[in-house]
């Protein structure tokens, strides 16, 4: 996911009292304070500390930039392989004005991609003194908020791809998390799948897990603090699973997922949350954090003593789950949104909005905000019922998850960056 750093927003997708329209006009200006052109491909979301925004970007010197949204299922690779301009772009975050911008690496490109995906998808961290943005096979960066190298690190190679098809690849995605002192990264891949801690201020392995039976996914690590331990959970196939965070201890595991999963876990109303899709199952399930072994339940199973409740169809693709409130929002690629009562799993409702969504939904003062590939912005009542309240239109592709802070929410379209406000706070 997804995973953009401002106060309480951070990984849940939430920022209340920010005072954010839910109307606006980009061709009109209205409700806009600002609208810049972006060059090259991202996925990467906006992150936003202080008073400044940090954006990714993989810049083609071809100028090819193709990008093929909507709904469809091929596994075409991107033909475009010349030299690539790997960025990291920082702005101001009241006039979107570039105060700096930095070159992580310059070369053809390492991996693949799909025609669906960049180079650049995975989104940057911060603690608010360090900047760790992640480009794949191409590397691993720390940054100072000045745009000063720290480190850099080769990760070596880190392609993904489906795995019953050999020689072709999709794009790493997996964000880096900060977590006090330490960066945790999640490569499941074509081979050699691991996950790994380093450390922050020198970019020093501190320990490696191998993940042999883990095929290639796109979600990124979580964490769950609690019982005076700190877990990382993360997404995956054929397994969902935790880890100690200080030895990379394996704690729990969950089977019985899709096998291309993509969303990234959630922790909310003391339970840990997650979904995947793809082939036999796309499950929602809620776990319990003291949860230990294995987790996977009988097929024909719904529940478990450690495992408060599993649907085994209609978990999203892409777009990682948001729990607000008292409700679920579960936002299927298909546009078909499903809201739960996420102690029990029980259905809410569903509404088919009928566009391509990979967005993650998030959430500000009682309103959901949907986020279509085709740039239409979804904004409705959070409750039991569908209430749409608005519909706008960015007027580009859209695929990242926007970002939140007081006063504004930044989109990053195919080839701007947006930000929504009534007035700058």
Same mark, same amino acid.
């Given at each position: 996911?997804?995973?953009?750093?401002?106060?309480?927003?951070?990984? @849940?997708?939430?920022? =209340?009292?920010?005072? %954010?329209? $839910?109307?606006?006009?980009? #061709?009109?200006?209205?409700?806009i304070l600002w609208d810049i052109p972006v060059p090259g491909l991202a996925h990467s979301c906006p @992150?936003?500390?202080? =008073?400044?925004?940090? %954006?990714? $970007?993989?810049?083609?010197? #071809?100028?090819?930039?193709?990008?093929?949204?909507?709904?469809?299922?091929?596994?075409?690779?991107?033909?475009?392989?010349?030299?690539?301009?790997?960025?990291?772009?920082?702005?101001?975050?009241?006039?979107?004005?570039?105060?700096?911008?930095?070159?992580?690496?310059?070369?053809?490109?390492?991996?693949?991609?799909?025609?669906?995906?960049?180079y650049a998808n995975p989104t940057p961290a911060t603690d608010g003194k360090y900047l760790v943005v992640s480009f794949g096979s191409n590397g691993l960066c720390c940054y100072d908020l000045d745009g000063n190298l720290i480190w850099k690190k080769d990760l070596g190679s880190l392609a993904t791809g489906p795995f019953n098809e050999n020689g072709v690849e999709w794009g790493y995605s997996a964000s880096p998390v900060i977590h006090e002192d330490r960066i945790i990264i999640q490569a499941d891949l074509l081979k050699n799948s691991f996950l790994a801690v380093y450390g922050l201020k020198t970019g020093n392995e501190i320990w490696k897990t191998d993940r042999p039976e883990q095929i290639s996914s796109w979600g990124s690590p979580a964490i769950y603090e609690g019982e005076g331990k700190t877990h990382i959970i993360v997404n995956g196939y054929p397994y969902m699973m935790s880890y100690d965070f200080v030895t990379g201890q394996e704690i729990w595991k969950?089977?019985?997922?899709?096998?291309?999963?993509?969303p990234t876990a959630i922790v909310a109303k003391g339970l840990i949350f997650l979904n995947s899709a793809h082939n036999k199952w796309s499950p929602i399930v809620a776990i319990r954090p003291t949860a230990t072994g294995d987790l996977t339940l009988a097929d024909t199973a719904t529940s478990g003593s450690q495992v408060p409740w599993m649907i085994r169809r209609g978990g999203a693709y892409m777009a990682s789950l948001l729990v607000y409130g008292d409700n679920l929002y579960n936002m299927q690629i298909s546009g078909l949104l499903s809201v739960l009562d996420p102690l029990t799993g029980k259905l809410r409702y569903k509404q088919n909005i009928g566009k391509a969504f990979s967005a993650s939904p998030v959430a500000s003062d009682g309103q959901i905000y949907l986020t279509a590939e085709t740039g239409e912005i979804y904004v409705i009542r959070d409750g039991p019922e569908y209430k749409l309240i608005s519909e706008n239109n960015l007027g580009d592709p859209c695929m990242a998850t926007p970002a939140i802070a007081p006063g504004m929410i930044v989109f990053r379209t195919q080839h701007r960056l947006i930000a929504v406000g009534s007035s700058y706070q």
């Amino acid at each position: 996911r997804i995973f953009t750093f401002f106060e309480t927003f951070q990984v @849940v997708g939430i920022l =209340d009292n920010a005072r %954010i329209p $839910t109307t606006w006009n980009v #061709s009109k200006k209205v409700n806009i304070l600002w609208d810049i052109p972006v060059p090259g491909l991202a996925h990467s979301c906006p @992150v936003i500390w202080n =008073d400044k925004v940090f %954006i990714t $970007t993989a810049v083609s010197s #071809s100028r090819q930039d193709s990008l093929k949204i909507g709904l469809y299922g091929d596994i075409d690779m991107s033909e475009d392989q010349s030299v690539h301009d790997f960025k990291i772009i920082c702005l101001e975050k009241k006039t979107g004005r570039i105060i700096w911008e930095n070159i992580a690496y310059q070369g053809i490109p390492k991996e693949r991609r799909h025609t669906k995906s960049t180079y650049a998808n995975p989104t940057p961290a911060t603690d608010g003194k360090y900047l760790v943005v992640s480009f794949g096979s191409n590397g691993l960066c720390c940054y100072d908020l000045d745009g000063n190298l720290i480190w850099k690190k080769d990760l070596g190679s880190l392609a993904t791809g489906p795995f019953n098809e050999n020689g072709v690849e999709w794009g790493y995605s997996a964000s880096p998390v900060i977590h006090e002192d330490r960066i945790i990264i999640q490569a499941d891949l074509l081979k050699n799948s691991f996950l790994a801690v380093y450390g922050l201020k020198t970019g020093n392995e501190i320990w490696k897990t191998d993940r042999p039976e883990q095929i290639s996914s796109w979600g990124s690590p979580a964490i769950y603090e609690g019982e005076g331990k700190t877990h990382i959970i993360v997404n995956g196939y054929p397994y969902m699973m935790s880890y100690d965070f200080v030895t990379g201890q394996e704690i729990w595991k969950l089977g019985s997922v899709g096998d291309a999963p993509a969303p990234t876990a959630i922790v909310a109303k003391g339970l840990i949350f997650l979904n995947s899709a793809h082939n036999k199952w796309s499950p929602i399930v809620a776990i319990r954090p003291t949860a230990t072994g294995d987790l996977t339940l009988a097929d024909t199973a719904t529940s478990g003593s450690q495992v408060p409740w599993m649907i085994r169809r209609g978990g999203a693709y892409m777009a990682s789950l948001l729990v607000y409130g008292d409700n679920l929002y579960n936002m299927q690629i298909s546009g078909l949104l499903s809201v739960l009562d996420p102690l029990t799993g029980k259905l809410r409702y569903k509404q088919n909005i009928g566009k391509a969504f990979s967005a993650s939904p998030v959430a500000s003062d009682g309103q959901i905000y949907l986020t279509a590939e085709t740039g239409e912005i979804y904004v409705i009542r959070d409750g039991p019922e569908y209430k749409l309240i608005s519909e706008n239109n960015l007027g580009d592709p859209c695929m990242a998850t926007p970002a939140i802070a007081p006063g504004m929410i930044v989109f990053r379209t195919q080839h701007r960056l947006i930000a929504v406000g009534s007035s700058y706070q």
